[in-house]
């Protein structure tokens, strides 16, 4: 079993991360459960969703993780990541995008985020825009992060991922789902 908590604040796409991943799961024949919380239903609320991917039946699990049992917090915001933290466990990871939404009302000193981070034993503190430079809009930066973070989960065939890509942004058109797959493929090499 594998838990894993995405966070970050409306309008990042979170809740379509937490789907793509959810639909991989299911096409490789894995069981999942997804629950999310919406903050403030406006851009910039805080926004997570948990998940449960596992080889056994789990619909009798709870959906929300419990404190210390996370093997993930995938984060597209370092302040929402941090917010998290007590749910990851001793070996889990923390990949977040170092870039903060500083437009947040009384947004910390980011030095002081970072601090906290590093203090983790596993984490990976990216610079999102640079794996989208000349690539993609900076809304994308999901889409890179969960390819960094296809490497820890239990989904290990890309091709899963890109039909997960596909259905979830069946609505945008070739074009939007061409460039998404490619974000993603940069997001498995960064």
Same mark, same amino acid.
């Given at each position: 079993?594998?838990r894993?908590?995405?966070?970050?604040?409306?309008?990042?796409? !979170?809740l379509?991360? $937490?789907?793509?991943?959810?639909?991989?799961?299911?096409e #490789?024949?894995? /069981? /999942?459960?997804?629950s999310?919380?919406h903050?403030?239903?406006?851009?910039?609320?805080?926004v997570?969703?948990d998940?449960?991917?596992?080889e056994?039946?789990?619909?009798?699990?709870?959906?929300?993780t419990?404190?210390?049992?996370?093997?993930?917090?995938l984060?597209?915001?370092? +302040?929402?990541?941090? *917010?998290?933290?007590s749910?990851l466990?001793? *070996?889990? %990871? +923390?990949?977040?995008?170092?870039?903060? !939404?500083t437009?947040?009302?009384?947004?910390?000193? #980011?030095?002081?985020?970072?601090?906290?981070?590093?203090?983790?034993?596993?984490y990976?503190l990216?610079? !999102?825009?640079?794996i989208l430079?000349n690539v993609?809009?900076?809304?994308?930066?999901n %889409? $890179?992060?969960m390819?960094?973070?296809?490497? /820890?989960?239990?989904?290990t065939?890309?091709r899963s991922?890109l039909?997960?890509?596909?259905? !979830?942004?069946?609505?945008?058109?070739? *074009?939007?789902?061409?460039?998404?797959t490619?974000v /993603?493929? +940069?997001?498995?090499?960064?």
């Amino acid at each position: 079993m594998y838990r894993i908590i995405v966070a970050g604040v409306g309008g990042q796409g !979170v809740l379509s991360i $937490a789907s793509i991943i959810a639909i991989a799961a299911q096409e #490789e024949g894995l /069981f /999942f459960k997804q629950s999310e919380i919406h903050g403030m239903s406006q851009k910039k609320g805080a926004v997570s969703a948990d998940l449960i991917i596992s080889e056994k039946d789990i619909s009798r699990l709870g959906g929300i993780t419990p404190t210390g049992k996370a093997d993930m917090i995938l984060g597209m915001e370092p +302040l929402e990541s941090i *917010r998290h933290l007590s749910k990851l466990s001793e *070996r889990g %990871i +923390l990949i977040t995008d170092s870039n903060p !939404v500083t437009s947040l009302l009384n947004y910390p000193d #980011e030095a002081i985020i970072y601090d906290i981070i590093k203090l983790l034993p596993n984490y990976r503190l990216v610079n !999102v825009q640079e794996i989208l430079e000349n690539v993609a809009s900076a809304k994308m930066g999901n %889409i $890179a992060l969960m390819g960094m973070a296809s490497k /820890f989960l239990p989904i290990t065939n890309e091709r899963s991922y890109l039909k997960a890509i596909e259905k !979830v942004l069946s609505n945008k058109g070739e *074009r939007i789902i061409n460039l998404n797959t490619k974000v /993603f493929q +940069l997001g498995c090499k960064y």
